[in-house]
């Protein structure tokens, strides 16, 4: 329930981080300033009795965010692959919420199996192992056919995880209903959609049998990309809560001494990782959005093993060809076409001076050229990204959530690679090329194309529609206008009703 109850999930939230130590180290890894960093101190110290003790053998933000729940495990991962935001030891420390988290017995996932398959582990499996991995959501076993003797890794959702699940969305549902109420102008940021999304995604995430769905059409899709891999999915032996593929070998990614001592590229790892993000994403409109570096291996041909497609983002055509354009437009540093672009796609309203926000843009994408990326702290260039949008009005896309965490994530995994990359360098081939393809004559003439075949689809019902499309017209104008008041006492009701909940809200906080 999404109710004032969740007010104790919030407390409880701080009361861990500071229990555990966790918030003094968080608040200095993301360079809080210091009235700040006492308020928050001050404010959790009498609630520290109601926070999780945690595991005392780990680091403390590792700690908190283990005891705290899969929610903020995920959180953990993302912060992970970008060094440069929390510096190199937290995100050191945060990498084994990737895939080295606690795992559940051997005997428990034998049992999910089973239960899910309809038969005996043992009459499947010829050896079914401890498990390899343990993420937020699942863990996997290494496990041998009986019938084939082929190698495959079985993932299997962890007991409960879908009520823990739930209770933190709940609580975040609150805390963004509470946001909206108190701070009008946090609006434009459109919290709750922002909820709403994560809440699709992670159930989905929950169902094995969507992920195998997601696993196989990457596969078709990137079939003949040069230097990728992905498993194959066993359809037989994978259900709601187990799905079983071809196992992996390979290096993790995120060890770059394996990597060494394997005699791999890492600079061409690091530029491969951003440029088959960028194809999957601008090329298909269907990407990996979980690929940090707990998700992918280095096959010992140097190929890039991807894996976990828990969570896959979907783009339309439209929405690929504004998000190239205004790659493209930073690339070549024409920020008034980048501003342009803004306004042409409803990001901006249009009311705003598209100069002014140009020059704005200007001064976010400058600093980036001619540097290498050790020299640029994309803490501040999000921060300074914010003071951009709040000043102009823009609102919170979701169809672009997934891009713009995942951006951040392949871009965190890629400088794990190469400290040095710059990902404007990298990344200018592929968007020329999908620019090339998606934005000109040639794209042109492929809509037209598009168009001309769905109207000839309702060539047959286009007589009866506009028939239809006349008949309303007329009987519109023949009837009276309607009443103003009904509409009048509706508003007015919802008012009311917004009035007490900001009352409420103001006497629970």
């Known amino acids: 329930m999404r109710g004032p109850h969740n007010i104790i999930r919030l407390i409880r939230t ?40 945690g595991d005392p053998s780990q680091p403390p933000a590792v700690r908190a965010l283990q005891a705290l729940g899969p929610a903020y495990i995920k959180f953990g991962q993302i912060l992970s692959t970008r060094p440069d935001v929390v510096g190199d030891d937290m995100a050191w420390q945060l990498r084994v919420l990737q895939d080295k988290l606690p795992p559940f017995s051997v005997e428990t996932a034998k049992a999910s199996v089973a239960e899910e398959l309809g038969e ?46 739930r209770k933190d969305i709940d609580a975040f549902w609150f805390a963004a209903s509470m946001i909206e109420t108190l701070s ?73 001494d394996a990597i060494d001592a394997a005699g791999h590229d890492r600079t061409a ?36 093993i991807a894996y976990d497609f828990g969570i896959m983002g979907h783009i339309d055509e439209y929405t690929r060809r504004v998000y190239a354009e205004i790659l493209f437009g930073f690339i070549r540093r024409d920020y008034k076409r980048v501003a342009e672009v803004h306004f042409e796609a409803g990001y901006v309203p249009a009311d705003r001076d598209v100069d002014e926000f140009a020059r704005a843009l200007r001064a976010v994408g400058e600093p980036i050229f001619g540097m290498d990326a050790t020299r640029i702290s994309m803490g501040k260039l999000l921060a300074y990204l914010f003071e951009v949008t709040e000043r102009f009005g823009m609102e919170t896309r979701t169809e672009l959530i997934l891009l713009q965490r995942t951006m951040v994530v392949v871009e965190g995994v890629a400088r794990s ?63 009276p206008p309607p009443s103003p008041w009904p509409g009048r006492i509706i508003w007015a009701g919802i008012g009311c009703a917004l009035g007490a909940a900001a009352v409420a809200a103001l006497t629970l906080i």
């Open 14 to 53: 701080g009361a861990t981080l500071e229990r555990t130590g966790a918030m003094g180290v968080v608040l200095e890894a993301f360079d809080t300033p210091a009235p700040l960093r006492v308020a928050a101190r001050v404010l959790a110290w009498p609630f520290k009795w109601l926070g999780y003790e």
């Open 120 to 165: 005996p582990v043992d009459d499947i499996f010829s050896a079914f192992s401890e498990p390899v991995a343990a993420a937020s959501i699942a863990q996997v076993h290494r496990a041998v056919l009986r019938e084939t003797g082929e190698t495959v890794a079985v993932k299997v959702l962890r007991p409960g995880i879908e009520r823990a699940f």
């Open 184 to 256: 009008p102008s946090s609006r434009r940021l459109r919290p709750r959609d922002v909820i709403a999304h994560f809440e699709g995604v992670v159930m989905g995430e929950l169902d094995l049998r969507l992920e195998a769905a997601a696993a196989s059409e990457f596969q078709a899709n990137t079939v003949d990309d040069a230097g990728f891999q992905l498993p194959q999915v066993n359809w037989g032996l994978s259900g709601r809560r187990v799905m079983t593929q071809t196992w992996a070998e390979g290096v993790p990614l995120g060890d770059n």
């Open 269 to 304: 790892l690091s530029e491969r990782v951003l440029q088959l993000f960028l194809n999957h994403a601008l090329r298909d409109g269907f990407f990996h959005a979980d690929m940090h570096q707990g998700n992918l291996k280095v096959a010992p041909n140097g190929d890039i």
């Open 417 to 479: 690679l190469n400290p040095h990359m710059n990902i404007w360098t990298v990344a200018r081939p592929v968007v020329e090329q999908y620019i090339q393809k998606s934005i000109g004559p040639r794209a042109i003439g492929g809509d037209l194309l598009k168009t001309a075949m769905v109207m000839a689809r309702f060539g047959p019902r286009l007589p009866k529609l506009v028939e239809s499309a006349l008949i309303r017209q007329a009987t519109s104008e023949e009837s």
